[in-house]
């Protein structure tokens, strides 16, 4: 299975992106993907992450209200709509899926900036 992710950008607080997520390969090893993201000096977080089958979604306090993570298992996409971001926000996102067999995948990240 191969990540890759677009959408990253820089933007001003209170804006609006989307970090999209295209799997491709065998996908249909996939049972959940997340976002994560890793800022300069601190450990990668998981920002917010979803279920394949049945779409559960869960989300890191911090972006509670703010983010919002969808799929779209027919095209093997995964979205991340980020609004009000904040410059806290700024880090690089990272796309993440995990298969049924526990591997773990990564894609290369996008980077998001949020100046204020």
């Known amino acids: 299975v191969q990540l890759v992710e677009s959408g990253g950008g820089l933007v001003q607080a209170g804006s609006s992106l989307r970090l999209s997520c295209a799997a491709s390969?065998?996908?249909?090893?996939?049972?959940?993907m997340g976002w994560y993201r890793q800022a300069p000096g601190l450990q990668r977080e998981l920002v917010a992450g979803?279920?394949?089958?049945?779409?559960?979604?869960n989300y890191v306090d911090s972006v509670k209200g703010r983010f919002t993570i969808s799929r779209d298992n027919a095209k093997n996409m995964m979205y991340l709509q980020m609004n009000s971001l904040k410059p806290e926000d700024t880090a690089v996102y990272y796309c993440?899926?995990?298969?049924?067999?526990?591997?773990?995948?990564w894609g290369q990240g996008t980077q998001v900036s949020v100046s204020s």
């Open positions: 993440h899926a995990r298969t049924i067999m526990g591997t773990s995948l």
């Open positions: 979803i279920t394949k089958a049945d779409g559960n979604t």
């Open positions: 390969g065998s996908t249909f090893n996939i049972v959940a």
